[in-house]
């Protein structure tokens, strides 16, 4: 589960703005919106004391990954350990439940848990889905594929494009999605797991399963920007390949751009939408909705062409406002399938 458990408040300095210079707040008060999935401290008393067995350690992985290869996932599975965890995380369910009120509007104690409830057995839904088409001799999931004319028109000029994914719904669609779909290279990009022994676990299941046609990148935030990728993907995307990153996680470190998100400020990477822009290439953002046990609503919203006039920042805010309009149409298609398990909104 890839949840935060620190953030740090932005530096004003780094929240890009229409004239790229730092914005100055007019109150040391102001609640700015937070920053930062950084996740567990592997240095931690818990993580020490926990080990293998903590919430981020390669246990949870490994027994889920080989829970769906053995047949061990399903209702009875997730009874089990979503009840766990929701009774045990109690900061995350708090995070939950405040960011699904600005979506949903205020509701009684009872009905806030069963909310944040439903959002956990979704989630597990979804990971179970992922892992279960990640094994052999696996009979393709049912498709629903929305907005296949927006695939058309991103794929017709031959130039690269990004694919912006958020975490809503089966974010990681390896095993999901079609073969025939995406027929070009593509480079995705991850994060980097806390735990050097989930980060190994991770990679050697992706090498596992992934096309010939995938690269996987990944990186850590305290390596944020990373140069040695950035200048990989910059020209995968002008040699006419793909790449695939997520657009709704501001990094601890890195440059952001305020946004708002149901009427609320909210911060983005810059990196997805100044790397189109740069590249001169546009960009989709695709989501996939767990609709049942082997079946998937993949949506492939409007192309998004990221302007490229004198003024960076304003052109970086156009796609970036572009994207946050389709992660609030996908997270009010589905509340529960929404996955910040962060404080996604300014108190």
């Not at 089990?80 to 949903?104: H, K, W």
Request: glycine share 6%.
């Amino acid at each position: 589960m890839d949840t935060p458990s620190h953030t740090r408040e932005p530096s004003d300095s780094s929240i890009a703005t229409s004239d790229e210079t730092a914005s100055t707040p007019t109150s040391t008060s102001t609640a700015r919106p937070p920053r930062g999935w950084t996740t567990a401290d592997t240095k931690s008393l818990g993580y020490r004391f926990f080990g293998r067995f903590h919430i981020f350690g390669t246990f949870w992985y490994q027994a889920h990954y080989y829970g769906a290869r053995l047949g061990f996932t399903g209702r009875i599975a997730n009874a089990i350990l979503v009840t766990m965890f929701f009774c045990i995380l109690r900061t995350y369910r708090r995070i939950m439940a405040a960011n699904l009120e600005v979506v949903l509007g205020p509701t009684s104690w009872w009905r806030t848990l069963i909310r944040v409830y439903k959002a956990c057995w979704a989630f597990a839904n979804c990971r179970s889905a992922r892992y279960t088409f990640l094994q052999k001799n696996v009979a393709p999931p049912e498709l629903v594929i929305e907005g296949d004319e927006n695939w058309k028109a991103i794929t017709a000029d031959g130039r690269g494009f990004i694919i912006a994914t958020a975490h809503v719904g089966n974010y990681e669609g390896g095993g999901i999605l079609p073969a025939d779909l995406i027929q070009r290279p593509i480079h995705q990009v991850r994060n980097r797991e806390p735990d050097p022994r989930t980060q190994a676990f991770m990679e050697r299941m992706i090498e596992e399963h992934s096309p010939s046609n995938c690269v996987t990148h990944y990186m850590a935030e305290q390596e944020a920007p990373d140069l040695k990728t950035s200048v990989a993907l910059m020209n995968a995307l002008r040699a006419g390949e793909i790449v695939a990153m997520p657009g709704d996680r501001a990094p601890q470190f890195g440059k952001v751009v305020a946004s708002e998100l149901f009427g609320r400020p909210y911060l983005l990477p810059e990196g997805p939408f100044s790397l189109a822009r740069t590249a001169g290439v546009p960009m989709i953002v695709v989501f996939m909705f767990w609709l049942g046990p082997r079946k998937f609503r993949i949506v492939l919203r409007e192309p998004i062409e990221v302007p490229k006039t004198a003024d960076r920042a304003a052109d970086v805010q156009v796609a970036a406002d572009r994207y946050t309009k389709d992660l609030q149409w996908a997270i009010r298609e589905s509340p529960y399938q929404w996955f910040c398990f962060r404080k996604a909104f300014a108190s």
